[in-house]
Structures are given as structure tokens and as C-alpha cells.
């Protein structure tokens, strides 16, 4: 690789760790609203069902969205300024903490921020600036999403997870990872694979082991990386899961009948599969992709 070229690809790596930066700034705020946004959706929904009139608690006046109203601190209502909230170096700059009452602010925020941005830049080296790259940015910044989500309120939302599915299919009507009918068998196979796992529990046991968010999920990651590279994910996200729980209930003392979410392995197993899927198949398996 010339001089030239190598400066291109660092300042091609360079800008998409600042892109993931940003969006992962973005992504907090959709980890902490969306929850609250469902919430207040389905409360509507339940009391135009049930013809009461809506909480007024549940349906406040000010538009809660997104992008209303500004990021603010939840115990002094500060409004986050501009130089407040540029992503890790406000965070370090504060000491962590909020500028007007001192309430600490979770180390969570800089860090969703870091993996972000760190993951935006490995795909663009795997990648480069190809239609390929672009959409492992779309599907790593979901998962990430998905992840805060899920290890928050044990959800995953639709909102996400079925526009994910069909973004999948789409990119993949050009071949950008895999072909179009394995992207339309790894759809229905990821979904199929969960939901006879979950019945087999469930007939078994009388209780339910995960939730459909998750089968959606696998589906998800089917639709983008082709039925091939389910079996290296359900395999990661399985030890990932079982080793994270173990360790919760030997060092944390989390309860046994204390639910774990799955969605968070899922999410790490498909980037892993997405960067290194096909390498780790043909190291373990021996078969080429």
C-alpha cells in the first residue's frame, strides 16, 4: 500500500470513529427515551381501548420524542449546553458529574459513546468507504441501541429490531453480504431456530426462557449475514450468555429466577459474525464462505 493510499484509509478510519462518536451521543438518548416513548404509547393505547381517558401522568403536555425537549440533568432540570455535551471529553471535562447540582452522571454514557465509535472505525477498516461499510455502521449503531435497551428493560423494541430485518434484506438484494435467499432463509431460520427453543423450554419447564424480541432479533441478524452464520451465533451469544450468568450468580449473587437478557449477546455475537464470521467458521468448521 503506497503512502497515499495508507493516508486515505487513516483519515477514512479517522472520521468514522468520530461519526460513531457522535452517534453514540445519540444513542444514549435513544437507549433512555424509547423505553419511556413505548411506555407512554401503550398506555394511550390501552386507555383508548378500554374508552378512559389517558393518564395525565403517562400523556404529558411537552412533546416527548427524540429530539424534545433537551437533554437536561433528571434532578435539576439543567439543560445540557453544547459544550456539555461533546462526546467522552465533556463527560472527563464535568468529572462526571452534573455542572450545576453535582449529581454524578453514569460512566455508561462516555462508554456507549467509546464502542461506538471504536466499532464505527474497525468497520470501516474491514469495510473501507463501500455501500458494505455504510451498512455495518447502520447495523452496528442498532445493535448497540438494542443492547442499552435490553440490558435496561429486558426489551426489544420493534421499532428497531423489524426495520433492522428488512434493512438486511434490502442490502442484500445486491449481494452486499451474502445473497438474497440465504438473507430470506436466514430470516425465517433465526426466527424458527428461538421460537422452537423457547416452546421446547417452555413445554418442558412451564416457563418461559426468552422473549420474542429475541427471535426478531436473530431474524434480524439472519436477514443481514445469511443463514451460514447463524450456527457461529447462536454459538457465541450462548457461551457469552452462559459464562456472563454464571459469573452473575457465583460473584454478584444474582438469583437463579432473576432473569438475564439474552438480547445483548445476540447483538455482540452478530458484529462479531458480521467482522470475523466467516474466518471463525473456517478456523472451527473448516468450511469456506
Given at each position: 500500500?503506497?503512502t497515499?493510499?495508507?493516508?486515505?484509509?487513516?483519515a477514512i478510519?479517522?472520521?468514522?470513529?468520530?461519526?460513531?462518536?457522535?452517534?453514540?451521543?445519540?444513542?444514549?438518548?435513544?437507549?433512555h427515551?424509547?423505553?419511556i416513548?413505548?411506555?407512554?404509547?401503550w398506555a394511550?393505547?390501552?386507555?383508548d381501548?378500554?374508552?378512559?381517558?389517558?393518564?395525565?401522568?403517562?400523556?404529558p403536555a411537552?412533546?416527548?420524542?427524540?429530539?424534545?425537549?433537551?437533554?437536561?440533568?433528571?434532578?435539576c432540570?439543567?439543560?445540557?449546553?453544547?459544550?456539555?455535551?461533546?462526546p467522552?471529553?465533556?463527560?472527563?471535562?464535568l468529572r462526571?458529574?452534573?455542572?450545576?447540582?453535582g449529581?454524578?452522571?453514569a460512566?455508561?454514557?462516555?462508554?456507549?459513546?467509546?464502542?461506538?465509535g471504536?466499532?464505527?472505525?474497525?468497520?470501516?477498516?474491514?469495510?473501507?468507504?463501500?455501500?458494505?461499510?455504510?451498512g455495518?455502521?447502520?447495523?452496528?449503531?442498532?445493535?448497540?441501541?438494542?443492547?442499552?435497551?435490553?440490558?435496561?428493560?429486558?426489551?426489544?423494541?420493534?421499532?428497531?429490531?423489524?426495520?433492522?430485518?428488512?434493512?438486511?434484506?434490502?442490502?442484500?438484494?445486491?449481494?452486499?453480504?451474502?445473497?438474497?435467499?440465504?438473507?430470506?432463509?436466514?430470516?425465517?431460520?433465526?426466527?424458527?431456530?428461538?421460537?422452537?427453543?423457547?416452546?421446547?423450554f417452555?413445554?418442558i419447564?412451564g416457563?418461559?426462557?426468552?422473549g420474542?424480541?429475541?427471535?426478531?432479533?436473530?431474524a434480524?441478524?439472519?436477514?443481514?449475514?445469511?443463514?451460514?452464520?447463524?450456527p457461529?451465533?447462536?454459538?457465541?451469544?450462548?457461551?457469552?450468555?452462559?459464562?456472563?450468568g454464571?459469573g452473575?450468580?457465583?460473584?454478584?449473587?444474582?438469583?437463579?429466577?432473576?432473569?438475564?437478557?439474552?438480547?445483548?449477546?445476540?447483538?455482540?455475537?452478530g458484529?462479531?459474525?458480521?467482522?470475523w464470521?466467516?474466518q471463525?467458521?473456517?478456523?472451527?468448521?473448516?468450511?469456506?464462505?
Open positions: 500500500m503506497d497515499l493510499a495508507l493516508a486515505d484509509s487513516s478510519i479517522a472520521c468514522a470513529a468520530l461519526l460513531g462518536l457522535i452517534v453514540g451521543s445519540f444513542l444514549n438518548v435513544v437507549i427515551r424509547l423505553p416513548m413505548m411506555e407512554r404509547d394511550a393505547q390501552c386507555a381501548f378500554l374508552g378512559a381517558p389517558a393518564d395525565a401522568d403517562a400523556q411537552t412533546p416527548f420524542n427524540l429530539s424534545r425537549p433537551r437533554s437536561h440533568c433528571p434532578k432540570q439543567h439543560t445540557i449546553t453544547p459544550l456539555e455535551n461533546i467522552v471529553l465533556s463527560w472527563l471535562w462526571g458529574r452534573c455542572r450545576a447540582c449529581t454524578s452522571i460512566i455508561r454514557y462516555p462508554l456507549v459513546e467509546l464502542t461506538t471504536a466499532l464505527f472505525a474497525v468497520a470501516a477498516l474491514y469495510f473501507g468507504l463501500t455501500l458494505a461499510g455504510m455495518a455502521l447502520i447495523f452496528i449503531a442498532a445493535l448497540i441501541a438494542l443492547t442499552g435497551i435490553d440490558y435496561d428493560t429486558q426489551l426489544l423494541p420493534d421499532d428497531i429490531t423489524l426495520p433492522l430485518l428488512w434493512l438486511g434484506l434490502l442490502f442484500n438484494l445486491v449481494g452486499t453480504y451474502t445473497s438474497l435467499s440465504s438473507a430470506v432463509i436466514g430470516a425465517v431460520a433465526g426466527y424458527l431456530s428461538l421460537w422452537a427453543i423457547y416452546w421446547s417452555k413445554l419447564t416457563k418461559e426462557g426468552m420474542y424480541g429475541d427471535f426478531k432479533l436473530l434480524a441478524l439472519g436477514a443481514w449475514l445469511g443463514w451460514q452464520m447463524l457461529v451465533t447462536i454459538l457465541l451469544s450462548s457461551l457469552v450468555g452462559a459464562a456472563v454464571i452473575l450468580i457465583v460473584f454478584a449473587k444474582h438469583g437463579r429466577q432473576e432473569p438475564i437478557p439474552f438480547g445483548p449477546y445476540l447483538a455482540a455475537a458484529i462479531v459474525a458480521l467482522l464470521g466467516k471463525i467458521t473456517h478456523a472451527y468448521l473448516g468450511i469456506n464462505l
